[in-house]
Each structure stands twice: as C-alpha cells, then as structure tokens.
C-alpha cells in the first residue's frame, strides 16, 4: 500500500533528505534494470519529443570525467546545458547540474512531487527517480544539451529511455558481474544498448570487445572507434588527436595530476563535439582550456601537504590497476598507507590484486548501506595477498583516520580508495570543498 498523501505528495516528504529516504524503501530491489516501469512514468510526465539534444554515456570506467568534459566544453562555449551523473560524492544535488551548478533542494523536491504524482501506482528505484527528476528539470529549465551518465550497463539502464544523438562507451571491463556477465563481451553488449540505428555512436576504449562492433552493426549505429576511427599520441608533456573522418588536433597539454586514461577519454569526446560541430561549434582551443583547470573529485585526486593524501574511487580491476600504475609513475619517498573499504557485491580478489604491490601498510574500513561490507570480510580476503601483519582493520573511517595522525610522519603518503562511499568519508574528514 503506498503512504498517506498530503497535498500530493507522500505525508512528511518536505525535504530532500525525506524524499530519498522514501525512495530508497519504495521499490522491492534497489537494483531492478528494465525500461517498461519508468517508460511509462516518463510518457505520463515529459512531452513526447525532448527539446534537446542528448549524448548519453556508458562504459565500465571514464564516464563521470567524459560527462564533466562534455559538460566543461559546451557550457563555457555558451551552450546551456544539462548534466546527470551518478553516484555523488557529498551531496545528491551532484548529480543534476545546469550549465555546471548544482540543482537546488527546492528543485529537485518540486521535480520528485510531480513524478509522484505521474507514477500512479507504478512502483520505482531510487536510480529511477533521479532519472526522471533530471530528465524532468533539464526540459522545464529549457537546457539545449542534456549529457547523460549511465548509471549501470547501458541496454536496460533507466536513461536509456532518451535516444542519444551521439552515444559514447568508454572503457569496458569487468564490473557488477551480476547484472552484466562475467566477460568484457558480454559486458560491452549491454554497454552499447545506448546505440541508435542511423545515429553515430563512438567507443573511447583502445581495445573494444567485439560486442561492440556487432551491436553497432546489428543496430544499425554509425560506429567511430578508438584505435581504428581516431587516435591519441603522447609527445612529452603534450598530446596530439587525430582522426581520418573529421580532422585532427594537435600540441594538447596533458592532465595534471598526470593520469593516462583521461587521454583516451579526452580523445573519445573530441570525436563526440567533432560529430555534433555543425550543430553545437566548439572554439578550437575549447579543450585545451579545459584540460589545463579539469580536475574530479575522488578520481585520483591529489591532497597536498607534509603528508600526501591521494583519493581515487576505484572499485574495480581496470580502475585500481590504473591507481596502481599512476602510484607507481608518483614518487614517494616515505610510507604509502592504504585505506580501503568496499561494497559487498564487488569483485574483491581482482581489485586487491591490482593494488597488493601499491602499499606499506593497510587500513581496512567498514562500508554502510544494504550493500556495505564489513571490514573484518574484506581483511579476510586482503590477506591473501598482503601479509596479514601489515593489515588493521577499523569500525569506521573516522577512527582510522585518528590512528593515522598518530602514526604517520612528514612524506608519508595516504591511498583512500575502494568506493564512492569510503573516498565521500575521506573529504568530509579532511574538509575539502568542491
């Protein structure tokens, strides 16, 4: 039975905090893909047609910082543009943004009242809900260019309800096995269900399973591949794009921190803006700018001081063998400590693989949530491939935190990483604002 409803809308759902409280209990699954239930709302609720222009966005990595570049390059180029992206760090407003802002409380309250209200009886996720809710915002705030994260896979994802004008798969590896299969191809198939027949759809990873080409050629979608349709060329501290399709670009600085894999990303959403220039022209020096001041938060994100601090959201084996490689490209001259805390349905072996040469010491943490993991779990299985004696484990991050000024000295250095969740403790505990 759903709750007493007062003026409309769920009794006691005021603010932003109830409301997501109340979402997050609604539906039976937190996790529940499929396009028919929030199809149905969005016919209730959005015009027909959208008034703008959609580049959605899947892929195992790299698709929070493509969207943020995307996002970047239109907005400053004059275009007003919409952003949905997931999970936020710190707050839910992170993950609707109109040309770069957050959305406020108020907003997003108004835009959750009416999906209520269109839903009827028609059960929803939380994830759903927030699709709506951007998808809702961006057409009632007039935005010419909505750029759209998956949230998970791609084929069955709630924002595959909008057809992209422009698809973008950035790399593909393995990830939440449960709902996508257990190899890259299988992955890359649900991955490239964002394609769209007639539409052109580009892949930013260097090696793309062959899924990719197939769905592209089963679809119907005009493809531009990374390797075979465009590529990137590092020369020192500079980077040049070409592509035999839509010309080239060249003497590109390169990200700072340094981080290999944002190139491919850059060169994939190069060839994404090179696809839409006769609607949406970008000045030539447009990504230049905005490689020199790009900066993520928790995506290797470098907290300077007499003791380096380094947070990084990996939770997967290509995202911590990429953190194991740039650790290893950063020099260090004292102890490396990790902290580390994961969600239970991860692949833990693959990631603490990658990442058991890439510390001294190990702080293992807690992860809250119906999928959290406890830390004492996560210990068990890191001893397998670090020595049991270089492992403490911690009721929560804050109390590692403690341990860790008492412990470190001048030149150590400090790994956060494992989650959104357990990077989102790291910030609000060293007071980083963004």
């Given at each position: ?285 447009a990504m230049a700018r905005v490689i020199n001041k790009f900066r993520m938060p928790g995506r290797f994100q470098i907290v300077p001081g007499d003791i380096e601090y380094v947070l990084d959201v990996a939770h997967n084996r290509q995202a911590a063998a990429q953190l194991a490689a740039n650790l290893a490209a950063l020099p260090n001259a004292g102890h490396t400590y990790m902290v580390i805390g994961m969600l239970m349905d991860k ?88």
């Open positions: 039975m759903r709750p007493a409803v007062e003026h409309g809308k769920p009794a006691g759902k005021n603010s932003l905090e109830e409301w997501l409280q109340w979402q997050e209990s609604l539906h039976f699954s937190a996790i529940d893909l499929g396009l028919d239930r929030v199809s149905r709302v969005a016919m209730r609720l959005l015009p027909e047609s959208a008034a703008f222009s959609v580049i959605s966005i899947s892929g195992t990595n790299g698709k929070g910082s493509s969207a943020a570049m995307l996002e970047q390059l239109y907005s400053e180029a004059g275009y007003r543009t919409g952003c949905y992206t997931s999970p936020h760090l710190l707050r839910y407003n992170e993950r609707v943004r109109i040309n770069g802002t957050e959305v406020s409380d108020d907003m997003l309250c108004e835009s959750f009242h009416r999906i209520d209200r269109a839903r009827g009886d028609i059960s929803l996720t939380y994830f759903e809900f927030g699709t709506l809710a951007a998808l809702d915002i961006f057409h009632r705030n007039q935005v010419e260019l909505a750029i759209l994260e998956v949230g998970l896979g791609g084929r069955l994802d709630a924002v595959n309800i909008m057809d992209a004008d422009v698809a973008l798969v950035c790399t593909i590896d393995i990830d939440h096995e449960k709902w996508l299969g257990a190899d890259r191809n299988s992955i890359g198939y649900e991955k490239a269900g964002i394609f769209r027949k007639g539409r052109p759809a580009v892949c930013s990873d260097p090696q793309a399973p062959q899924s990719i080409l197939e769905s592209a050629d089963r679809i119907g979608a005009r493809l531009y591949l990374a390797g075979r349709d465009f590529s990137c060329h590092r020369h020192g501290d500079l980077w040049s794009w070409e592509s035999g399709i839509t010309g080239s670009q060249s003497d590109l600085p390169c990200f700072h921190p340094d981080n290999s894999c944002l190139i491919w990303n850059a060169a994939g959403v190069l060839m994404v803006t090179r696809l839409l220039e006769k609607r949406y022209h970008l000045p030539k020096d692949n833990h072996d693959l990631v603490l693989t990658a990442l058991s040469n890439s510390a001294d010491f190990w702080y293992v943490v807690p992860t809250g949530g119906e999928r959290g993991m406890p830390a004492g779990d996560l210990a068990e299985k890191l001893n397998r491939y670090v020595d049991a004696a270089w492992v403490k484990t911690f009721d929560d991050l804050h109390t590692a935190f403690e341990v860790l000024d008492h412990e470190t000295v001048a030149g150590d250095r400090v790994i956060v990483t494992g989650s959104f969740l357990t990077v989102a403790a790291a910030i609000e505990w060293l007071q980083i604002e963004f």
